[in-house]
């Protein structure tokens, strides 16, 4: 198992463009989730999901979307980027149930926007 | 006042020292409690699972989880230059989606 991948592993963008952020996880998990991690701040809840098709606002959703088409894959999608959303983002995933929702994290992906 | 508070260290012990980090909480209706570990440049590992309130032990971890003062804590017996890392605690409550609270992290340096 490869567990949790993302890409890239890092990017620099200009403010105001565009970029996903690819997630994916090979355990079958129902739940995935979407981090982002400041310098000093733990980790804050961007976007989640129970499963595909179906995702809900964390605590810092806004200049984000998502999408779950399929249980492995979890896209991230910055619109406009700011420099604001310098950052690094985890992506995770977990089982669905009780004693077993150990988050699994992916690498991150480092994202400088200037 | 943040819901979960830990102490961002660094904290620098010798090799072989007993460690102990702590994180403080506001919200009673916390129920699971998690430490990860976390090496630069990585993603968060899962390192001790404690529901509710008491002591579990694995190998030179121990979590320990006083619910009456909102209070956690990991004990790391023997330290290992290979323990230098980040650890951050982590809470959930029930009906949560499994969604995770996580402190800040405590840096912690083991010196050879």
């Known amino acids: 198992n490869a567990g949790v991948t993302q890409t890239p592993k890092f990017r620099i963008l200009k403010i105001g463009q565009s970029m996903t952020l690819q997630c994916t996880q090979d355990m079958n998990h129902n739940y995935m989730y979407w981090y982002r991690q400041d310098p000093g701040m733990g980790l804050k809840l961007i976007y989640y999901s129970v499963g595909a098709g179906i995702t809900d606002k964390g605590e810092v959703p806004n200049g984000y979307n998502v999408s779950r088409s399929t249980t492995e894959d979890f896209p991230l999608r910055l619109e406009l980027a700011a420099p604001s959303q310098t950052s690094v983002y985890f992506c995770?995933?977990?089982?669905?149930?009780?004693?077993?929702?150990?988050?699994?994290f992916g690498p991150g992906t480092r994202l400088l926007v200037l | 006042q943040k819901e979960v508070e830990q102490d961002p260290g660094p904290l620098s012990v010798p090799e072989g020292a007993i460690v102990s980090l702590n994180c403080t909480y506001s919200n009673s209706a916390f129920q699971y409690f998690m430490w990860y570990r976390q090496y630069s440049r990585k993603g968060p590992e899962l390192l001790m699972y404690?529901?509710?309130?008491g002591n579990k032990e694995d190998g030179r971890f121990t979590a320990q989880v006083d619910k009456s003062s909102k209070y956690i804590s990991l004990f790391i017996r023997d330290s290992q230059p290979s323990d230098s890392a980040t650890y951050l605690c982590?809470?959930?409550?029930?009906?949560?989606?499994?969604?995770?609270?996580f402190g800040s992290g405590t840096r912690l340096l083991v010196r050879p």
């Open positions: 995770a995933s977990s089982y669905s149930y009780r004693g077993q929702e150990t988050q699994y």
């Open positions: 982590a809470m959930s409550w029930m009906d949560s989606s499994y969604k995770l609270i």
């Open positions: 404690t529901y509710s309130s």
